[in-house]
């Protein structure tokens, strides 16, 4: 059971939250990724930007620099360092 925070202390992110631009490095990400899924299979992600925007669609490919999805049937690429939250829907995340 995880532990409440204290006084001051940053709550521990939700099970789903894959990467946080405020606590998490491009390498993290990168890592993360490879880690969960390799090369394998077309995982849905929901990516928060730091624009305000989200986009919801199936990781096609990444590197530590991009990441390209297929979004409404159209084929995506966002910039890493753009990125603000990445978020693995129904799936917990691990770190």
């Known amino acids: 059971m995880a532990r ?3 006084f001051g202390e940053r709550p521990a992110p ?3 939250l894959l990467f946080d631009q405020n606590s998490d ?4 990400l990168w890592r993360r990724l490879h880690d969960r ?3 394998t ?3 849905r992600l929901i990516l928060h930007l730091k624009n305000g925007t989200t986009r919801i669609g199936n990781l096609q490919y ?3 620099s991009l990441i390209a999805m297929h979004v409404g049937g159209n084929r ?3 910039w890493v360092k753009d990125i603000a939250h990445v978020i693995v829907p129904g799936k917990q995340a691990e770190g």
């Open 14 to 16: 939700p099970p789903s």
């Open 4 to 6: 409440a925070a204290g």
């Open 25 to 28: 490095s491009a390498e993290t």
């Open 62 to 64: 990444y590197d530590r």
């Open 41 to 43: 299979g077309s995982p």
């Open 76 to 78: 995506i690429e966002i």
């Open 37 to 39: 899924f390799g090369s």
